[in-house]
Protein backbone atom coordinates (compact mmCIF):
# COMPACT_ATOMS: atom_id res chain seq x y z
CA UNK A 1 0.00 0.00 0.00
CA UNK A 2 0.79 3.57 0.32
CA UNK A 3 3.85 4.50 2.53
CA UNK A 4 1.97 7.19 4.62
CA UNK A 5 1.20 6.53 7.51
CA UNK A 6 -2.84 6.13 8.64
CA UNK A 7 -4.71 7.33 9.26
CA UNK A 8 -4.25 9.95 6.04
CA UNK A 9 -6.05 12.61 7.47
CA UNK A 10 -3.60 13.55 10.04
CA UNK A 11 -1.40 14.37 7.45
CA UNK A 12 -4.76 16.62 5.54
CA UNK A 13 -5.67 20.38 6.50
CA UNK A 14 -9.42 20.80 6.49
CA UNK A 15 -10.59 21.64 3.42
CA UNK A 16 -13.74 23.79 4.47
CA UNK A 17 -13.14 26.70 7.09
CA UNK A 18 -15.18 28.28 9.55
CA UNK A 19 -16.70 31.05 7.13
CA UNK A 20 -17.91 28.62 5.09
CA UNK A 21 -19.62 26.61 7.60
CA UNK A 22 -21.10 29.36 9.05
CA UNK A 23 -22.47 30.26 5.56
CA UNK A 24 -24.14 26.45 5.53
CA UNK A 25 -25.57 26.91 8.84
CA UNK A 26 -27.37 29.87 7.44
CA UNK A 27 -28.72 28.08 4.17
CA UNK A 28 -29.60 25.71 6.93
CA UNK A 29 -31.44 27.95 8.96
CA UNK A 30 -33.49 29.77 6.78
CA UNK A 31 -35.07 26.17 5.19
CA UNK A 32 -35.61 24.99 8.54
CA UNK A 33 -38.00 27.86 9.41
CA UNK A 34 -41.63 27.56 9.32
CA UNK A 35 -43.43 28.59 6.44
CA UNK A 36 -45.87 29.99 8.79
CA UNK A 37 -43.26 32.51 9.94
CA UNK A 38 -42.11 33.03 6.03
CA UNK A 39 -45.78 33.33 5.42
CA UNK A 40 -46.53 36.44 8.48
CA UNK A 41 -43.64 38.43 7.32
CA UNK A 42 -44.56 38.58 3.31
CA UNK A 43 -47.72 40.79 4.37
CA UNK A 44 -45.73 43.35 7.17
CA UNK A 45 -43.58 43.70 4.14
CA UNK A 46 -45.81 44.16 1.45
CA UNK A 47 -48.42 46.09 3.83
CA UNK A 48 -45.39 48.31 5.12
CA UNK A 49 -42.12 50.34 3.38
CA UNK A 50 -40.09 47.62 4.63
CA UNK A 51 -37.07 48.67 6.37
CA UNK A 52 -35.63 44.87 6.38
CA UNK A 53 -32.06 44.99 8.92
CA UNK A 54 -30.40 41.40 8.93
CA UNK A 55 -27.25 41.75 11.16
CA UNK A 56 -24.39 39.06 11.16
CA UNK A 57 -25.37 36.86 14.34
CA UNK A 58 -23.13 35.09 16.52
CA UNK A 59 -22.79 32.29 14.35
CA UNK A 60 -22.06 28.36 15.32
CA UNK A 61 -18.43 29.28 14.39
CA UNK A 62 -17.80 32.80 15.65
CA UNK A 63 -17.19 34.15 12.25
CA UNK A 64 -19.46 36.95 10.40
CA UNK A 65 -21.03 35.99 6.84
CA UNK A 66 -19.18 39.20 5.13
CA UNK A 67 -16.69 39.09 2.52
CA UNK A 68 -14.04 40.37 4.64
CA UNK A 69 -13.11 37.88 7.35
CA UNK A 70 -10.94 39.37 9.55
CA UNK A 71 -11.22 38.35 13.21
CA UNK A 72 -13.31 41.08 15.16
CA UNK A 73 -10.71 43.62 16.80
CA UNK A 74 -10.84 44.48 20.38
CA UNK A 75 -10.34 48.22 19.61
CA UNK A 76 -12.16 48.53 16.42
CA UNK A 77 -11.56 52.03 14.02
CA UNK A 78 -14.45 54.22 12.66
CA UNK A 79 -16.41 52.17 9.76
CA UNK A 80 -16.75 53.57 6.64
CA UNK A 81 -17.73 52.64 3.38
CA UNK A 82 -15.56 50.06 1.52
CA UNK A 83 -14.99 52.58 -1.22
CA UNK A 84 -13.53 54.63 1.48
CA UNK A 85 -15.86 57.28 1.63
CA UNK A 86 -16.78 58.52 5.45
CA UNK A 87 -20.19 57.30 6.90
CA UNK A 88 -21.83 60.93 7.10
CA UNK A 89 -25.51 62.72 6.11
CA UNK A 90 -23.38 63.92 2.55
CA UNK A 91 -22.48 60.07 1.75
CA UNK A 92 -26.82 59.15 2.03
CA UNK A 93 -27.75 56.03 -0.41
CA UNK A 94 -30.63 56.43 -1.88
CA UNK A 95 -32.46 54.24 -4.69
CA UNK A 96 -35.05 56.04 -6.99
CA UNK A 97 -38.71 53.72 -7.15
CA UNK A 98 -38.12 51.24 -9.84
CA UNK A 99 -34.42 51.64 -9.75
CA UNK A 100 -32.06 48.37 -9.08
CA UNK A 101 -30.98 47.22 -6.15
CA UNK A 102 -27.90 48.50 -4.68
CA UNK A 103 -25.56 46.53 -2.87
CA UNK A 104 -22.37 47.81 -0.63
CA UNK A 105 -20.30 47.22 2.07
CA UNK A 106 -18.77 48.98 4.81
CA UNK A 107 -15.20 48.72 5.66
CA UNK A 108 -15.36 45.43 8.39
CA UNK A 109 -17.37 43.59 5.42
CA UNK A 110 -20.65 44.68 6.55
CA UNK A 111 -23.03 44.38 4.22
CA UNK A 112 -25.61 46.89 3.03
CA UNK A 113 -28.69 46.67 0.55
CA UNK A 114 -30.92 48.43 -0.14
CA UNK A 115 -33.92 48.46 -2.44
CA UNK A 116 -35.76 50.22 -4.87
CA UNK A 117 -37.37 53.25 -3.85
CA UNK A 118 -35.25 53.34 -0.53
CA UNK A 119 -33.32 55.95 1.11
CA UNK A 120 -30.43 55.28 3.84
CA UNK A 121 -28.33 57.99 5.89
CA UNK A 122 -25.62 57.50 7.70
CA UNK A 123 -25.60 59.92 10.68
CA UNK A 124 -22.42 58.97 12.41
CA UNK A 125 -19.65 56.80 12.82
CA UNK A 126 -17.06 57.09 15.46
CA UNK A 127 -14.35 54.02 17.12
CA UNK A 128 -17.24 53.73 19.64
CA UNK A 129 -20.48 53.92 17.69
CA UNK A 130 -22.17 53.48 14.09
CA UNK A 131 -25.25 55.05 13.77
CA UNK A 132 -27.67 54.65 10.78
CA UNK A 133 -30.91 56.07 10.20
CA UNK A 134 -33.41 54.67 7.26
CA UNK A 135 -35.60 57.18 6.03
CA UNK A 136 -38.04 54.94 4.39
CA UNK A 137 -37.96 51.95 2.42
CA UNK A 138 -36.27 48.91 2.78
CA UNK A 139 -32.91 48.16 3.69
CA UNK A 140 -31.09 44.73 4.38
CA UNK A 141 -27.87 44.53 6.42
CA UNK A 142 -25.45 41.40 7.27
CA UNK A 143 -23.54 43.07 10.21
CA UNK A 144 -19.87 41.75 11.27
CA UNK A 145 -19.46 41.06 14.83
CA UNK A 146 -18.99 44.87 16.19
CA UNK A 147 -16.58 44.10 19.35
CA UNK A 148 -17.01 46.83 21.43
CA UNK A 149 -18.80 49.17 19.06
CA UNK A 150 -22.48 50.17 19.49
CA UNK A 151 -24.47 49.28 16.08
CA UNK A 152 -27.77 51.46 15.59
CA UNK A 153 -30.18 51.53 12.71
CA UNK A 154 -33.29 54.02 13.19
CA UNK A 155 -35.97 53.71 12.05
CA UNK A 156 -38.79 56.54 12.79
CA UNK A 157 -39.14 56.06 16.42
CA UNK A 158 -37.63 52.52 16.59
CA UNK A 159 -33.98 52.75 17.34
CA UNK A 160 -32.36 48.76 17.09
CA UNK A 161 -29.27 48.11 18.40
CA UNK A 162 -27.21 45.12 17.56
CA UNK A 163 -26.43 43.02 20.23
CA UNK A 164 -25.33 39.95 17.57
CA UNK A 165 -28.35 39.10 15.81
CA UNK A 166 -30.58 38.88 12.65
CA UNK A 167 -33.26 40.84 12.41
CA UNK A 168 -35.78 42.73 10.09
CA UNK A 169 -37.01 46.33 10.33
CA UNK A 170 -39.93 47.64 8.54
CA UNK A 171 -40.61 51.22 8.64
CA UNK A 172 -43.76 53.11 6.79
CA UNK A 173 -42.97 56.77 7.36
CA UNK A 174 -46.65 57.91 5.91
CA UNK A 175 -48.61 55.32 8.40
CA UNK A 176 -45.29 56.12 10.79
CA UNK A 177 -45.45 52.49 11.90
CA UNK A 178 -42.30 50.65 11.99
CA UNK A 179 -42.15 47.05 13.17
CA UNK A 180 -39.03 44.74 14.17
CA UNK A 181 -38.94 41.16 13.47
CA UNK A 182 -35.91 38.97 14.91
CA UNK A 183 -34.27 36.36 13.01
CA UNK A 184 -32.51 34.95 15.72
CA UNK A 185 -30.02 36.04 18.34
CA UNK A 186 -30.76 39.13 20.41
CA UNK A 187 -31.60 42.97 19.79
CA UNK A 188 -32.72 45.56 22.20
CA UNK A 189 -35.34 48.02 20.96
CA UNK A 190 -36.00 50.92 22.34
CA UNK A 191 -38.95 52.75 22.00
CA UNK A 192 -41.10 55.51 23.43
CA UNK A 193 -42.88 53.15 25.76
CA UNK A 194 -39.40 51.51 26.97
CA UNK A 195 -36.46 49.21 25.85
CA UNK A 196 -36.87 45.74 25.64
CA UNK A 197 -34.74 43.24 24.43
CA UNK A 198 -35.76 40.76 21.88
CA UNK A 199 -34.80 36.85 21.13
CA UNK A 200 -35.75 34.81 18.20
CA UNK A 201 -39.41 34.50 17.14
CA UNK A 202 -40.18 37.68 18.88
CA UNK A 203 -41.45 40.61 16.73
CA UNK A 204 -42.49 44.53 18.09
CA UNK A 205 -44.72 46.75 16.64
CA UNK A 206 -44.92 50.79 17.25
CA UNK A 207 -46.98 51.92 17.76
CA UNK A 208 -48.35 48.62 19.49
CA UNK A 209 -51.99 49.49 17.97
CA UNK A 210 -52.68 50.47 14.63
CA UNK A 211 -55.30 50.27 11.99
CA UNK A 212 -53.75 48.14 9.65
CA UNK A 213 -54.71 44.45 9.96
CA UNK A 214 -51.79 42.66 12.65
CA UNK A 215 -49.43 40.37 11.83
CA UNK A 216 -50.20 37.10 13.34
CA UNK A 217 -47.56 35.51 15.44
CA UNK A 218 -46.93 32.37 13.84
CA UNK A 219 -48.49 29.68 14.99
CA UNK A 220 -46.32 26.22 16.06
CA UNK A 221 -45.81 23.70 13.88
CA UNK A 222 -48.67 21.04 13.85
CA UNK A 223 -50.68 22.63 16.47
CA UNK A 224 -54.43 23.15 16.60
CA UNK A 225 -54.48 26.13 19.08
CA UNK A 226 -57.05 28.26 21.01
CA UNK A 227 -57.86 31.09 19.28
CA UNK A 228 -54.92 33.31 19.95
CA UNK A 229 -55.06 36.67 22.11
CA UNK A 230 -54.77 39.43 19.00
CA UNK A 231 -51.59 40.41 18.95
CA UNK A 232 -49.65 42.98 16.88
CA UNK A 233 -46.52 41.08 18.42
CA UNK A 234 -44.90 37.47 17.84
CA UNK A 235 -43.84 37.66 21.48
CA UNK A 236 -44.82 39.79 24.75
CA UNK A 237 -44.09 43.22 23.73
CA UNK A 238 -42.43 45.31 27.01
CA UNK A 239 -45.47 47.31 27.41
CA UNK A 240 -47.20 44.39 28.55
CA UNK A 241 -45.07 43.94 31.30
CA UNK A 242 -42.39 47.07 31.90
CA UNK A 243 -38.86 47.36 31.27
CA UNK A 244 -37.76 44.21 32.91
CA UNK A 245 -39.63 41.67 30.16
CA UNK A 246 -37.50 40.85 27.59
CA UNK A 247 -34.79 40.75 29.96
CA UNK A 248 -35.42 37.70 31.27
CA UNK A 249 -34.88 35.73 28.02
CA UNK A 250 -31.85 37.12 27.55
CA UNK A 251 -31.05 36.07 31.46
CA UNK A 252 -32.19 32.77 30.65
CA UNK A 253 -30.06 32.57 27.37
CA UNK A 254 -27.65 33.09 29.54
CA UNK A 255 -28.19 30.15 31.76
CA UNK A 256 -28.63 32.72 34.83
CA UNK A 257 -31.77 31.38 35.58
CA UNK A 258 -32.69 32.84 39.06
CA UNK A 259 -31.91 36.31 37.38
CA UNK A 260 -34.29 35.68 34.94
CA UNK A 261 -36.38 34.29 37.72
CA UNK A 262 -36.23 37.52 39.55
CA UNK A 263 -36.77 39.87 36.53
CA UNK A 264 -40.26 37.98 35.54
CA UNK A 265 -40.72 38.46 39.45
CA UNK A 266 -42.49 42.09 38.86
CA UNK A 267 -45.30 40.69 37.71
CA UNK A 268 -45.64 37.89 38.83
CA UNK A 269 -44.58 34.56 37.23
CA UNK A 270 -47.96 33.01 37.11
CA UNK A 271 -49.59 35.77 35.52
CA UNK A 272 -47.02 35.54 33.23
CA UNK A 273 -47.80 31.97 32.51
CA UNK A 274 -51.37 33.07 32.12
CA UNK A 275 -51.12 35.63 29.63
CA UNK A 276 -48.54 33.62 27.52
CA UNK A 277 -49.52 31.83 24.46
CA UNK A 278 -46.33 31.10 22.80
CA UNK A 279 -45.02 27.20 23.58
CA UNK A 280 -41.86 28.53 23.07
CA UNK A 281 -41.75 30.74 25.64
CA UNK A 282 -43.95 28.97 28.11
CA UNK A 283 -41.03 26.56 27.83
CA UNK A 284 -38.60 28.74 28.37
CA UNK A 285 -40.32 29.89 31.52
CA UNK A 286 -40.84 26.18 32.90
CA UNK A 287 -36.94 26.12 32.69
CA UNK A 288 -35.89 29.55 34.06
CA UNK A 289 -38.31 28.29 37.00
CA UNK A 290 -36.62 24.70 37.07
CA UNK A 291 -33.22 26.54 37.14
CA UNK A 292 -33.75 29.13 39.90
CA UNK A 293 -35.35 26.50 41.76
CA UNK A 294 -38.91 26.94 41.84
CA UNK A 295 -40.69 23.49 40.44
CA UNK A 296 -44.02 24.66 41.45
CA UNK A 297 -44.30 27.54 38.74
CA UNK A 298 -42.51 25.11 36.31
CA UNK A 299 -44.86 23.03 36.59
CA UNK A 300 -47.71 25.75 36.03
CA UNK A 301 -46.25 26.74 32.98
CA UNK A 302 -45.96 23.13 31.49
CA UNK A 303 -48.90 22.32 32.78
CA UNK A 304 -50.39 25.09 30.47
CA UNK A 305 -48.35 23.42 27.82
CA UNK A 306 -49.89 20.12 28.20
CA UNK A 307 -53.87 21.35 29.00
CA UNK A 308 -53.69 24.22 26.32
CA UNK A 309 -51.71 23.09 23.18
CA UNK A 310 -52.07 19.08 23.39
CA UNK A 311 -51.32 18.83 19.69
CA UNK A 312 -48.09 20.34 20.12
CA UNK A 313 -45.08 18.43 19.12
CA UNK A 314 -43.57 19.53 22.08
CA UNK A 315 -46.34 18.88 24.27
CA UNK A 316 -45.69 14.89 24.99
CA UNK A 317 -42.18 16.00 26.02
CA UNK A 318 -43.42 18.71 28.38
CA UNK A 319 -45.79 16.02 29.83
CA UNK A 320 -42.97 13.90 30.43
CA UNK A 321 -41.35 16.86 32.19
CA UNK A 322 -44.11 17.64 33.90
CA UNK A 323 -44.18 14.45 35.42
CA UNK A 324 -41.25 14.08 36.28
CA UNK A 325 -41.19 17.20 38.16
CA UNK A 326 -44.23 16.03 40.32
CA UNK A 327 -42.64 13.24 41.33
CA UNK A 328 -39.05 14.14 42.36
CA UNK A 329 -39.85 17.28 43.22
CA UNK A 330 -43.37 17.51 44.11
CA UNK A 331 -44.16 14.94 45.90
CA UNK A 332 -46.96 14.34 44.34
CA UNK A 333 -46.76 10.29 42.71
CA UNK A 334 -50.36 9.93 41.78
CA UNK A 335 -50.52 13.32 39.79
CA UNK A 336 -47.50 12.16 38.65
CA UNK A 337 -48.73 8.91 37.51
CA UNK A 338 -51.41 10.32 35.34
CA UNK A 339 -49.26 13.06 34.10
CA UNK A 340 -46.63 9.87 32.74
CA UNK A 341 -49.92 8.61 30.81
CA UNK A 342 -50.78 11.15 29.07
CA UNK A 343 -47.40 11.66 28.10
CA UNK A 344 -46.98 8.07 26.55
CA UNK A 345 -50.82 8.60 25.43
CA UNK A 346 -49.80 11.88 23.52
CA UNK A 347 -47.60 10.00 21.39
CA UNK A 348 -44.13 10.61 22.96
CA UNK A 349 -40.56 10.02 20.46
CA UNK A 350 -39.14 6.09 20.29
CA UNK A 351 -36.60 7.63 22.22
CA UNK A 352 -38.34 8.79 25.13
CA UNK A 353 -40.80 5.88 25.71
CA UNK A 354 -38.72 3.88 27.82
CA UNK A 355 -37.99 6.51 30.20
CA UNK A 356 -41.59 7.78 30.46
CA UNK A 357 -42.92 3.77 31.34
CA UNK A 358 -40.01 3.43 33.64
CA UNK A 359 -41.31 6.42 35.53
CA UNK A 360 -44.62 5.02 35.13
CA UNK A 361 -43.94 2.27 37.35
CA UNK A 362 -42.01 4.57 39.71
CA UNK A 363 -45.35 7.31 40.31
CA UNK A 364 -47.79 3.87 40.88
CA UNK A 365 -45.50 2.65 43.45
CA UNK A 366 -44.92 5.44 45.16
CA UNK A 367 -48.41 6.61 45.11
CA UNK A 368 -49.58 2.86 45.95
CA UNK A 369 -51.02 1.71 43.25
CA UNK A 370 -50.14 -1.40 43.11
CA UNK A 371 -52.24 -2.76 39.92
CA UNK A 372 -50.78 -0.15 37.64
CA UNK A 373 -47.22 -0.65 39.02
CA UNK A 374 -47.09 -4.09 37.92
CA UNK A 375 -49.45 -3.73 34.76
CA UNK A 376 -47.25 -1.10 33.78
CA UNK A 377 -44.12 -3.45 34.81
CA UNK A 378 -45.79 -5.66 32.61
CA UNK A 379 -45.66 -3.20 29.63
CA UNK A 380 -42.33 -2.10 30.05
CA UNK A 381 -40.53 -5.67 30.09
CA UNK A 382 -42.86 -6.67 26.83
CA UNK A 383 -41.37 -3.80 24.86
CA UNK A 384 -37.92 -3.10 26.53
CA UNK A 385 -36.83 -6.70 27.64
CA UNK A 386 -32.99 -5.68 28.47
CA UNK A 387 -33.98 -2.19 29.00
CA UNK A 388 -31.81 0.16 30.95
CA UNK A 389 -34.19 0.31 33.74
CA UNK A 390 -34.93 -3.49 34.13
CA UNK A 391 -33.74 -3.73 37.44
CA UNK A 392 -35.35 -0.81 38.58
CA UNK A 393 -38.92 -1.28 37.28
CA UNK A 394 -38.84 -5.24 38.15
CA UNK A 395 -37.36 -3.89 42.11
CA UNK A 396 -40.69 -1.29 41.84
CA UNK A 397 -43.33 -3.34 40.85
CA UNK A 398 -42.85 -5.95 43.29
CA UNK A 399 -44.75 -3.89 45.81
CA UNK A 400 -44.63 -4.02 49.41
CA UNK B 1 -31.88 2.75 43.97
CA UNK B 2 -31.97 6.27 43.11
CA UNK B 3 -33.23 8.37 40.41
CA UNK B 4 -30.77 11.03 39.24
CA UNK B 5 -32.09 13.88 36.40
CA UNK B 6 -29.34 14.91 34.53
CA UNK B 7 -30.41 18.46 34.78
CA UNK B 8 -30.17 20.12 31.50
CA UNK B 9 -31.51 23.08 29.75
CA UNK B 10 -33.40 24.16 28.04
CA UNK B 11 -37.01 21.86 28.12
CA UNK B 12 -34.29 18.47 27.70
CA UNK B 13 -34.81 15.42 29.73
CA UNK B 14 -32.50 12.11 29.94
CA UNK B 15 -33.26 10.30 32.81
CA UNK B 16 -30.98 7.43 34.92
CA UNK B 17 -31.24 5.32 37.44
CA UNK B 18 -28.29 5.36 39.70
CA UNK B 19 -27.90 2.05 42.02
CA UNK B 20 -27.20 3.94 44.80
CA UNK B 21 -29.49 3.59 48.11
CA UNK B 22 -31.53 6.32 49.52
CA UNK B 23 -32.72 9.63 48.41
CA UNK B 24 -34.25 10.19 45.01
CA UNK B 25 -32.60 13.31 43.64
CA UNK B 26 -35.15 16.17 42.62
CA UNK B 27 -34.56 18.57 40.16
CA UNK B 28 -32.10 20.86 41.08
CA UNK B 29 -30.12 23.27 39.10
CA UNK B 30 -26.79 22.15 37.56
CA UNK B 31 -23.67 24.10 36.67
CA UNK B 32 -23.19 24.72 32.80
CA UNK B 33 -21.58 21.86 31.29
CA UNK B 34 -21.52 20.64 27.87
CA UNK B 35 -24.25 18.46 26.80
CA UNK B 36 -24.41 15.30 25.33
CA UNK B 37 -25.40 14.65 21.19
CA UNK B 38 -28.26 12.77 23.26
CA UNK B 39 -29.41 15.49 25.34
CA UNK B 40 -29.07 18.08 22.55
CA UNK B 41 -30.80 15.59 20.59
CA UNK B 42 -33.86 14.86 22.62
CA UNK B 43 -33.82 18.76 22.81
CA UNK B 44 -34.32 19.12 19.26
CA UNK B 45 -36.71 16.66 19.23
CA UNK B 46 -38.36 19.34 22.09
CA UNK B 47 -38.42 21.76 19.35
CA UNK B 48 -35.65 23.89 20.72
CA UNK B 49 -34.08 25.38 18.06
CA UNK B 50 -30.38 26.16 19.81
CA UNK B 51 -29.85 22.79 20.17
CA UNK B 52 -29.72 22.72 16.39
CA UNK B 53 -27.20 25.35 16.40
CA UNK B 54 -25.34 23.16 19.22
CA UNK B 55 -25.21 20.10 17.45
CA UNK B 56 -24.19 21.63 13.65
CA UNK B 57 -21.24 23.20 15.77
CA UNK B 58 -20.13 20.18 17.22
CA UNK B 59 -20.69 17.95 14.28
CA UNK B 60 -20.35 20.63 11.30
CA UNK B 61 -16.70 20.63 10.68
CA UNK B 62 -16.02 16.82 11.11
CA UNK B 63 -18.87 16.15 8.40
CA UNK B 64 -17.52 18.72 6.32
CA UNK B 65 -14.28 17.49 6.25
CA UNK B 66 -15.15 13.86 5.72
CA UNK B 67 -17.56 14.28 2.87
CA UNK B 68 -15.29 16.64 1.28
CA UNK B 69 -12.40 14.21 1.34
CA UNK B 70 -14.63 11.62 0.08
CA UNK B 71 -15.93 14.24 -3.09
CA UNK B 72 -12.65 15.31 -3.75
CA UNK B 73 -14.52 19.06 -4.37
CA UNK B 74 -15.25 21.40 -1.67
CA UNK B 75 -18.37 23.10 -3.67
CA UNK B 76 -19.89 19.48 -3.14
CA UNK B 77 -19.00 18.97 -0.13
CA UNK B 78 -20.37 22.57 1.18
CA UNK B 79 -23.84 21.15 -0.34
CA UNK B 80 -23.46 17.37 1.19
CA UNK B 81 -23.06 19.53 4.81
CA UNK B 82 -26.10 20.86 4.62
CA UNK B 83 -28.33 18.46 2.97
CA UNK B 84 -27.25 16.36 6.13
CA UNK B 85 -27.90 18.48 8.53
CA UNK B 86 -31.32 19.06 7.09
CA UNK B 87 -31.99 15.23 6.66
CA UNK B 88 -31.03 14.88 10.09
CA UNK B 89 -33.19 17.32 11.84
CA UNK B 90 -36.21 16.61 9.56
CA UNK B 91 -35.58 12.93 10.62
CA UNK B 92 -34.42 13.31 14.34
CA UNK B 93 -37.24 11.57 15.68
CA UNK B 94 -36.63 8.59 13.59
CA UNK B 95 -32.97 8.14 15.54
CA UNK B 96 -33.67 4.93 18.34
CA UNK B 97 -30.51 5.75 20.11
CA UNK B 98 -29.61 9.53 20.52
CA UNK B 99 -26.20 8.85 21.57
CA UNK B 100 -25.34 7.35 18.43
CA UNK B 101 -25.81 10.68 17.08
CA UNK B 102 -22.80 11.19 14.92
CA UNK B 103 -22.96 7.83 13.40
CA UNK B 104 -26.00 8.49 12.47
CA UNK B 105 -25.08 11.55 11.01
CA UNK B 106 -22.11 9.80 9.32
CA UNK B 107 -24.76 7.37 7.49
CA UNK B 108 -26.53 10.18 6.15
CA UNK B 109 -23.29 12.06 5.05
CA UNK B 110 -22.36 8.91 2.61
CA UNK B 111 -25.55 8.48 1.44
CA UNK B 112 -25.68 11.93 0.33
CA UNK B 113 -22.01 11.75 -1.04
CA UNK B 114 -23.23 8.93 -3.00
CA UNK B 115 -26.23 10.90 -4.50
CA UNK B 116 -23.29 13.37 -5.47
CA UNK B 117 -21.02 10.82 -7.01
CA UNK B 118 -24.32 9.76 -8.98
CA UNK B 119 -24.79 13.25 -10.23
CA UNK B 120 -21.65 13.70 -11.34
CA UNK B 121 -21.15 10.48 -13.63
CA UNK B 122 -24.42 11.85 -15.17
CA UNK B 123 -22.91 15.08 -15.82
CA UNK B 124 -19.64 13.43 -16.90
CA UNK B 125 -21.21 11.19 -19.70
CA UNK B 126 -22.88 14.34 -20.40
CA UNK B 127 -19.82 16.00 -20.99
CA UNK B 128 -20.77 18.68 -18.14
CA UNK B 129 -18.73 17.96 -15.14
CA UNK B 130 -16.85 20.64 -14.91
CA UNK B 131 -16.30 20.44 -10.94
CA UNK B 132 -12.69 21.47 -9.80
CA UNK B 133 -11.08 18.53 -7.72
CA UNK B 134 -9.57 21.26 -5.21
CA UNK B 135 -10.30 18.74 -2.36
CA UNK B 136 -8.30 16.06 -3.96
CA UNK B 137 -6.07 14.43 -1.05
CA UNK B 138 -2.74 15.76 -2.57
CA UNK B 139 -3.89 18.66 -2.44
CA UNK B 140 -4.88 19.20 1.00
CA UNK B 141 -2.04 18.06 2.23
CA UNK B 142 -0.89 19.83 5.66
CA UNK B 143 2.82 20.47 4.45
CA UNK B 144 2.39 21.71 0.96
CA UNK B 145 6.04 21.35 0.58
CA UNK B 146 6.78 17.84 1.21
CA UNK B 147 6.89 16.85 -1.89
CA UNK B 148 7.43 13.11 -1.26
CA UNK B 149 3.90 13.13 1.04
CA UNK B 150 2.51 14.83 -1.94
CA UNK B 151 4.01 12.82 -4.74
CA UNK B 152 2.62 9.74 -2.61
CA UNK B 153 -0.88 11.33 -2.21
CA UNK B 154 -1.37 12.15 -5.90
CA UNK B 155 -0.93 8.32 -6.31
CA UNK B 156 -3.62 7.67 -4.49
CA UNK B 157 -5.76 10.12 -5.95
CA UNK B 158 -5.35 8.43 -9.09
CA UNK B 159 -5.80 4.99 -7.49
CA UNK B 160 -9.24 6.47 -5.95
CA UNK B 161 -10.22 7.74 -9.15
CA UNK B 162 -10.57 4.21 -11.06
CA UNK B 163 -12.71 2.75 -7.73
CA UNK B 164 -16.35 2.68 -8.02
CA UNK B 165 -17.58 5.18 -5.32
CA UNK B 166 -18.94 2.03 -2.82
CA UNK B 167 -15.21 1.10 -2.52
CA UNK B 168 -13.95 4.99 -2.70
CA UNK B 169 -16.06 5.31 0.40
CA UNK B 170 -14.71 2.43 2.42
CA UNK B 171 -11.61 2.54 1.72
CA UNK B 172 -11.25 6.32 2.35
CA UNK B 173 -13.41 5.64 5.73
CA UNK B 174 -10.95 3.08 6.79
CA UNK B 175 -7.70 4.56 5.84
CA UNK B 176 -7.64 8.06 5.52
CA UNK B 177 -10.80 8.77 8.44
CA UNK B 178 -9.55 5.54 10.64
CA UNK B 179 -12.61 4.24 10.88
CA UNK B 180 -12.48 0.98 12.53
CA UNK B 181 -14.10 -2.31 10.05
CA UNK B 182 -17.51 -2.06 12.10
CA UNK B 183 -17.98 1.63 11.64
CA UNK B 184 -17.37 1.39 7.95
CA UNK B 185 -20.22 -1.46 7.18
CA UNK B 186 -22.41 1.09 9.85
CA UNK B 187 -21.95 4.47 7.52
CA UNK B 188 -22.03 2.43 4.32
CA UNK B 189 -25.17 0.94 5.66
CA UNK B 190 -23.63 -2.52 4.52
CA UNK B 191 -22.57 -5.77 5.58
CA UNK B 192 -19.18 -6.59 7.39
CA UNK B 193 -18.89 -9.11 4.73
CA UNK B 194 -19.51 -6.89 2.02
CA UNK B 195 -17.22 -3.98 3.35
CA UNK B 196 -14.30 -6.04 3.19
CA UNK B 197 -14.84 -6.95 -0.28
CA UNK B 198 -14.86 -3.38 -1.44
CA UNK B 199 -11.61 -2.81 0.55
CA UNK B 200 -9.91 -5.82 -0.55
CA UNK B 201 -10.74 -4.89 -4.27
CA UNK B 202 -9.59 -1.24 -3.49
CA UNK B 203 -6.09 -2.12 -1.63
CA UNK B 204 -5.84 -3.93 -4.79
CA UNK B 205 -5.96 -1.02 -6.84
CA UNK B 206 -4.36 1.00 -4.85
CA UNK B 207 -0.86 -1.20 -4.25
CA UNK B 208 -1.14 -1.34 -8.19
CA UNK B 209 -1.23 2.05 -8.14
CA UNK B 210 1.99 2.49 -5.61
CA UNK B 211 3.83 -0.31 -6.62
CA UNK B 212 3.78 0.19 -10.41
CA UNK B 213 5.49 3.77 -9.84
CA UNK B 214 8.47 2.35 -7.75
CA UNK B 215 8.91 -0.44 -10.03
Keep these: ?400 | MALRDKRMSPSSIAIEFEHAPGSIAGDSPAPARERTDAELVYAVIAGVRRAEAELYKRHARTIAAVAARLLGRSADAEDVVQDTFLTAFERIRQLRDPQLFRPWLVRITVRHVHRRFRRRRLLRALGLDRGEDDAALSRLALSPFDTETRAELGKLDAALASLSSQQRVAFMLRHVEGYELTEVASACGASLATVKRWLSRADEVVRAHTQEDAS
Design chain 1, 1 to 400: MSKLREPLRELLRDPIGDAQLDAIWRRVEVKRRPRTLRRALVPALVAVAAVMIVVGERWPFGQHAAPATAPMASAPAALHWSNGDALTPAAAIEVVPGGAKRVLALSDGTRVELASGSRLVPSSSTPEAVELALEHGEARFEVAPQGTRRFEVHAGALRVRVVGTAFTVTRDRDADVARVTVEHGRVRVFSPAGEALLGAGDALRWPAETTAAPVAPPPPVNVQQPQQRPASVAAPAPAKTGDDFGAWRAAAADGDYRRAYALLGTRGYALVVRDESNVDVLLELADVARGAGHPRDAALALGRVVQRYPHDARSPLAALTLGRLQLDALGQPSTAERTLRRALDLGLPAALQEDALARLVQASAQAGDSAQARSAAEEYRKRFANGRYRANVDQWSKGP
